[in-house]
C-alpha cells in the first residue's frame, strides 16, 4: 500500500515533520497534526489508513486519541510512539486496540518503516474484506499457517538453507552421518529430515538419548538381552537396533557413551553385527546411524574419552547446525511459528507479537537456542491477557546476557569461542539505554548516572545510533 495515507501526530515539531519526511520518501501520503484534538478534525474530513501517534500531547493525548478512532472508525490502524517514561501506557493502549507502539528514541527509521508496513497490510485486509460479500474458496484463509523452511524444520536464514540442501543430498546415501551444534539447535529435527527424505522414510526412526539412559541400561537397551542374562531379565528383550531394522536409529549425545558401549557400537558400525547380553549368536541387522553431539568429538579423541576409529567411521558425513545466535533471520519467523503453535494449543486469541517485543528477542543471545525461544513464547501465550504479546511477558530479562557476556558472574567462554567486541557493545548499549529510561530521557542526567561527561555520553549515543 505504497498509496496509503497516514496521519502523524506528535506535539514535537521536530519528531512529527521527520517521520513525515520518512514517510514522504518511502512512497506514502504523510500529513501531520500537532495534538489529538487536531487529529479528529482532520479524521473527520480525510479519509487515512494509518495513525502514528504519541501517548503525552495537550488538549487530547494519544490514547483518547485511539479511543475516538476505534469507535468512529475501526479499520484504521493505531501505531503508538512512546518515551521511556511512558511506555506502561503504551502498552496498556495495545490492549485497548493499537496495532502496535515503537518506544523513542526510534532504534531506526528502518525499523518504524517496517512497522508501518505491517500495519497497512491488516488495513490492506480490512479493505479487501469490506469491498467483497463473499471470499472465493480459493482465497479464504487456511486453518494452517505455511512458515519457510523444510521437514518441519523451520528457517530461511541462508545457514539454514545450506543445510536443507546438504539434507536433501545426504538423505540419498547409504552413509552414517554426525550432526554437531549446540544444544536447542535442533539436531534431531535434522535427523528426522534425513531419515524422512531417504529411501528408508517407511521404516522405523528410533531416536536414543545417550545421556538419558543410566550406564547399567544402555547394552541392554541398544542390544537387548537374553532370559536369565543378569538378575530380573526374566524374558528375552529385543534391543533398539533390531527394532531399527532396515530403518534409522538415531543416537544423541552420542559423546556420552562409555567406553565399553563405544567397543560394542563399533562392532555394529563395521560389521552390522553384535550379541544380545547374555546371547551368543550374532544378530545382523540393516541400520543406518545418524548420530549427534554437543560436544567437540575431536577434542573428546584426543583426551581418550571418545575411540577415534568410531569417531571417523560416524562422522562420514558431518552436517553442523548453528547457534540461534548466528542465524538472527529466522528469529521473527520462528517466533511466529511457535506463537501460532500455542495460541492453537492453549486456546488464545493471539496473532501478534509487539515490534519491541520483537525487538527484545533480536537483541538476546539465546544461549539455550530454539528450544529457549520455544519456551518464552509458549509461556508469554500462556500469561498474556492481550490479543498480543508483549515485551513484560517475554520474561528474559533474567537472562538479558549470555555465556561469558555477564558483567556481575564469573564469565565462561563456551566451546564455539564469543565475539568479546560484541558483548562489550551489547553491555554498553544496555547501560546507555537503561540510563535514558532512569532519567525520563534527560541525557544529562543520563551521564551523571553513568559516571560519563557529556560530551563522552553523546559520543556513545552517536556510536549506537541512540536518538
Known amino acids: 500500500m ?213 550406564e547399567t541400561l544402555m547394552e541392554s537397551e541398544l542390544f537387548g538381552h537374553r532370559k536369565g542374562a543378569f538378575t530380573g531379565a526374566t524374558m528375552n528383550k529385543q534391543g533398539l537396533f533390531e527394532v531399527a531394522h532396515q530403518g534409522t536409529i538415531f543416537l544423541d549425545e552420542i559423546g556420552e557413551l562409555t567406553h565399553p558401549i563405544q567397543v560394542k557400537l563399533l562392532r555394529v558400525v563395521q560389521d552390522k553385527t553384535f550379541k544380545n547380553l547374555g546371547g551368543t549368536e550374532d544378530i545382523h541387522v540393516d541400520v543406518r546411524i545418524i548420530s549427534a553431539t554437543n560436544k567437540i568429538l575431536e577434542q573428546e579423541v584426543i583426551a581418550k574419552r571418545f575411540r577415534e576409529d568410531l569417531f571417523y567411521r560416524l562422522d562420514v558425513i558431518h552436517v553442523h547446525v548453528p547457534p540461534l545466535r548466528e542465524r538472527r533471520e529466522d528469529i521473527p519467523i520462528l517466533t511466529r511459528f511457535f506463537l501460532e503453535k500455542y495460541r492453537r494449543e492453549l486456546g488464545k486469541e493471539i496473532h501478534q507479537i509487539s515490534s519491541y517485543a520483537m525487538e527484545l528477542l533480536l537483541d538476546y543471545h539465546f544461549p539455550g ?14 500469561l498474556e491477557t492481550s490479543n498480543i504479546i508483549l515485551p513484560e511477558s517475554l520474561a528474559i530479562s533474567n537472562h538479558k546476557f549470555g555465556p561469558g557476556e555477564r558483567a556481575d558472574t564469573n564469565p565462561e567462554i563456551p566451546p564455539t569461542g564469543v565475539n568479546l567486541e560484541q558483548i562489550m557493545e551489547n553491555i554498553e548499549r544496555a547501560y546507555l539505554l537503561q540510563a535514558l529510561e532512569r532519567s525520563n530521557g534527560v541525557k544529562k542526567k543520563a551521564a551523571e548516572l553513568l559516571g560519563l561527561d557529556f560530551r563522552s555520553f553523546r559520543y556513545r549515543l552517536e556510536k549506537y545510533d541512540i536518538k
Open 2 to 214: 505504497n498509496k496509503a495515507k497516514i496521519l502523524v501526530v506528535d506535539d514535537h515539531r521536530n519528531t512529527r515533520d521527520m517521520i513525515q519526511i520518512f514517510l514522504k520518501d518511502t512512497g506514502y501520503d504523510a500529513a501531520v497534526a500537532s495534538d489529538g484534538k487536531a487529529a479528529e478534525e482532520m479524521l473527520g474530513k480525510e479519509r487515512f489508513d494509518l495513525v502514528i501517534a504519541d501517548i503525552r500531547m495537550p488538549r487530547m493525548d494519544g490514547m483518547s486519541l485511539l479511543h475516538r478512532i476505534k469507535e468512529a472508525q475501526p479499520h484504521i490502524q493505531v501505531i503508538i510512539i512512546t518515551a521511556f517514561s511512558s511506555r506502561e501506557s503504551a502498552m496498556e493502549a495495545m490492549k485497548e486496540g493499537a496495532y502496535d507502539y515503537v518506544p523513542k528514541p526510534f532504534k531506526s527509521m528502518e525499523h518504524l518503516g517496517e512497522v508501518v508496513r505491517n500495519a497497512l497490510r491488516r488495513v490492506d485486509r480490512f479493505r479487501r474484506e469490506e469491498d467483497r460479500t463473499v471470499i472465493p474458496e480459493e482465497e479464504k484463509p487456511s486453518d494452517k499457517t505455511e512458515f519457510p523452511g523444510f521437514c518441519s524444520i523451520v528457517g530461511q536464514s541462508p545457514e539454514m538453507l545450506k543445510i536443507f540442501d546438504l539434507i536433501r543430498r545426504v538423505a540419498a546415501t547409504p552413509s552414517n552421518v554426525l550432526i554437531t551444534g549446540e544444544s536447542g539447535t535442533g539436531k534431531e529435527l535434522v535427523a528426522r529430515a534425513i531419515h524422512t527424505n531417504s529411501l528408508r522414510r517407511k521404516k522405523p526412526f528410533i531416536p536414543i538419548s545417550c545421556g538419558g539412559i543410566p
Open 369 to 382: 537456542n530454539v528450544r529457549e525461544l520455544e519456551n518464552i513464547i509458549e509461556r508469554s501465550v500462556a
